[in-house]
């Protein structure tokens, strides 16, 4: 991406409060810093968080689109959230690192906490009579670029959508999410792997009270969920509703009614663009020990696989035209 500006703000202990602004943006020019702060605006973009529009009159939207200018917006920034968790025990000490990037021609603003880590670092310390080589522990480390970050945001200037990542903690003995719902002051939708879980669960909770098979609704839940993100890059919960209960109307008006409720939007879509490939084999355990992983490609596919329902309950899975069989160790 190419960058406006980036500030890193640095707090030096919650325990005893301090915490040092930048007076300048960070130097770009040291190719280093430049890939460090590219791959943790990619990688983010890429993952599967919360998505949504900023509401008109949120003041951290307003802050970031006013005309301020980027030192003085970052500081209150990192000022309103340094204040709100510095006294919460169980939030990781961090550098807040403020943004104004353009990425794939579109331009965002926003901010993410780099939590500390510990590691050991190579140390010279000098005195008049010698130099000591040693090993010292830093207690500041940042986070590598590949790392997850556990609460942050970016905001498209143009849409005011929004990407959020925010990890639930114990605040004033409750878990909450305080990043999104405190400091951005956001009601989020699940993220695709919460809707997809939530899907899931509430198709096995309709399928019970309608009597309906829950091996076979599960099978069927999985699959259509599959299809609808292969095809669309979107979770779809009528086409699931269509696929699982069919014909059974009652059904399908439950089961998105009880998804609803769950905040589950109807149209879910996978930003990552790779979802479909977790859902891509099912993953079935037999309670005699048998494991089974089937391609969805061929799950359907009567011609390869067949589960047979016997008379005395149980159930035969049949495996045909097998042509060669490997043993990998």
Do not use: W
Request: hydrophobic share 35%.
């Amino acid at each position: 991406p190419s960058y406006y500006g980036i500030i890193l703000n640095r707090v030096h202990d919650f325990i005893l409060p301090s915490i040092y602004y930048s007076q300048r943006e960070l130097d770009l020019n040291d190719p280093g810093v430049a890939k460090y702060i590219e791959q943790v605006t990619k990688r983010f973009l890429k993952r599967d968080v919360q998505t949504g529009l900023f509401p008109d009159d949120n003041p951290v939207a307003a802050l970031l689109l006013n005309d301020a200018d980027f030192l003085t917006k970052s500081q209150q920034l990192t000022q309103e959230l340094y204040d709100f968790i510095a006294p919460q025990a169980e939030i990781p000490r961090a550098d807040f690192l403020v943004v104004d990037v353009t990425e794939a021609e579109q331009d965002y603003c926003g901010l993410f906490k780099l939590n500390h880590g510990q590691n050991f670092v190579h140390f010279l310390n000098y005195d008049e009579q010698e130099v000591a080589n040693q090993i010292i522990l830093n207690q500041s480390v940042l986070p590598s670029s590949s790392h997850k970050i556990d609460d942050g945001f970016l905001m498209t200037k143009a849409q005011r959508r929004y990407y959020v990542a925010s990890k639930v903690f114990a605040i004033d003995g409750e878990k909450q999410a305080y990043f999104s719902k405190i400091y951005l002051g956001l009601t989020t939708q699940p993220t695709l792997t919460e809707s997809v879980k939530t899907v899931g669960e509430t198709a096995k909770t309709v399928a019970a009270e309608f009597t309906q098979d829950d091996f076979e609704t599960s099978s069927q839940t999985k699959q259509a969920i599959f299809d609808s993100l292969s095809d669309t890059s979107t979770l779809d919960v009528d086409y699931v509703a269509d696929q699982v209960f069919k014909d059974n109307e009652p059904a399908k008006k439950a089961f998105t009614e009880k998804v609803a409720q769950k905040a589950v939007p109807a149209k879910k879509e996978d930003l990552t663009r790779n979802f479909d490939r977790k859902l891509s084999k099912q993953r079935l355990k037999l309670d005699n020990g048998i494991e089974l992983i089937i391609p969805m490609a061929i799950y359907q596919d009567k011609e390869q696989i067949e589960f047979v329902n016997n008379p005395d309950g149980t159930i035969s899975v049949m495996l045909k035209n097998i042509g060669d069989i490997q043993n990998k160790f």
